[in-house]
């Protein structure tokens, strides 16, 4: 599972980095949760919480369907 989330997150990584940004995968646990680390540009925007939930999280569930939810730590 975290190897298919790594190819999703490649998916949606140009687009941060066009900001300044950059998304970190900390851990994929058994149950489905996806913990990442925003970086650069990402880190501490107020819009970081809305990429993290609009995109990054949309994007890995629809690749990764089993997917529960992605949290940003």
Same mark, same amino acid.
């Given at each position: 599972?975290?190897?298919?989330?790594?190819?999703?997150?490649?998916?949606?990584?140009?687009?941060?980095?066009?900001? @300044? @940004?950059?998304?970190?995968?900390?851990?994929?646990?058994?149950? @489905?949760?996806?913990?990442?680390?925003?970086?650069?540009a990402?880190? @501490?925007?107020?819009m970081?919480?809305?990429?993290?939930?609009?995109?990054?999280?949309?994007?890995?569930?629809?690749?990764?369907?089993?997917?529960?939810e992605?949290?940003?730590?």
């Amino acid at each position: 599972m975290k190897e298919k989330v790594i190819k999703a997150l490649d998916l949606i990584r140009p687009n941060l980095q066009a900001d @300044g @940004g950059n998304v970190e995968l900390i851990d994929v646990s058994s149950d @489905g949760i996806v913990k990442v680390k925003l970086t650069g540009a990402c880190h @501490g925007c107020p819009m970081a919480q809305m990429t993290l939930k609009a995109g990054i999280e949309k994007v890995i569930k629809t690749q990764v369907p089993e997917i529960k939810e992605v949290v940003a730590v």
